[in-house]
C-alpha cells in the first residue's frame, strides 16, 4: 500500500525552462509534506517543505503547491538547472516517520 | 543541522555472511532511522533507533535480520544478518525531528553476491 506516489519515474526537461515534478497522497491525515534530492552515491538533501495549513511555499528557485482536496503536491522548478538533475523524492510526515515517495529522476539538458 | 557520517559507503559481500554499517552523528540526537532503498523503490523505514531503549521495527523488518545497536546519543549500527542477494540495497540512516527536515548519511551500496 504505497500512500505517496510519484507516478513519473523520470522527467527530462531543457535548461532554463520549468520543471514540475507530482507527488499524490493517498491519507488526508499527512499535514506536513517534504521533498529531497538525491545526487548519486549522496543521501538525500533536504529541498523545501510545506504544512498543510498553506497552499504554497517558495524558496528561490523552487516552490511547492498543495492541493488537499486533491491530495497532490508539485514541486516547480525554474528556471532548470544543468545541476538540477538528480532523483526527488517527495514524502509525508507520518505519525511516528517520513514515508517516502518512489522518486522521480530529473534530467535538465542543455 | 546535523552531519552524518556513514561507513562502509560500497561493499560487496558474500551470501550467508553479515554486514555491519556504522553511523556517526555530529551532535547528539534522539532518533535515529535506518532505510533501506531497494532499486526503483522508495526509502523505506527499516527501523528507529532510540539511546537507551530496544530498536522499533517496521512491519517486514525483525531483530534477528537487521540488529541495531544504539550505545550512545552520537552513534547507531545496523548489521545485516545471514545475507541474500535480495539484501543488496542502498542502506541509510537519517536523523531528525518528526515534523522537520530530517538529515541523511551519504548511504551504504550493498551488494550480495
Known amino acids: 500500500d504505497q500512500q505517496v506516489k510519484q507516478n513519473s519515474p523520470s522527467l527530462s526537461v531543457q535548461e532554463g525552462r520549468i520543471s514540475i515534478l507530482n507527488c499524490d497522497y493517498t491519507n488526508s491525515m499527512f499535514d506536513y509534506f517534504l521533498w529531497y534530492k538525491k545526487y548519486p552515491a549522496e543521501g538525500p538533501t533536504f529541498l523545501i517543505s510545506?504544512?498543510?495549513?498553506?497552499d504554497k511555499n517558495e524558496d528561490g528557485r523552487f516552490t511547492v503547491f498543495l492541493n488537499k482536496s486533491a491530495k497532490h503536491l508539485s514541486l516547480h522548478i525554474v528556471p532548470s538547472q544543468p545541476g538540477d538533475s538528480a532523483v526527488y523524492f517527495c514524502a509525508a510526515d507520518g505519525t511516528d516517520k517520513l514515508i517516502f515517495g518512489t522518486g522521480t529522476r530529473l534530467q535538465v539538458f542543455p | 543541522s546535523a552531519v552524518i557520517s556513514q561507513k562502509p559507503s560500497r561493499d560487496i559481500c558474500q551470501r550467508g555472511t553479515s554486514l555491519t554499517i556504522q553511523c556517526q552523528v555530529d551532535?547528539?540526537?534522539?532518533?535515529m532511522f535506518w532505510y533501506r532503498q531497494q532499486p526503483g523503490q522508495s526509502l523505506t523505514l527499516i527501523a528507529t533507533?532510540?539511546?537507551?531503549?530496544?530498536?522499533?521495527?517496521e512491519s517486514g523488518f525483525v531483530i534477528d535480520k537487521f540488529p541495531i545497536s544504539r550505545p550512545n546519543l552520537t552513534f547507531s549500527t545496523l548489521t545485516v544478518s545471514n545475507m541474500s542477494p535480495e539484501d543488496s540495497s542502498i542502506y541509510l540512516c537519517s536523523v531528525g525531528t518528526l515534523n522537520t527536515e530530517a538529515f541523511f548519511g551519504q548511504g551504504t551500496r550493498l551488494t550480495v553476491v
Open positions: 533507533a532510540n539511546q537507551g531503549s530496544e530498536a522499533t521495527y
Open positions: 510545506i504544512s498543510s495549513i498553506k
Open positions: 551532535s547528539q540526537v534522539t532518533m
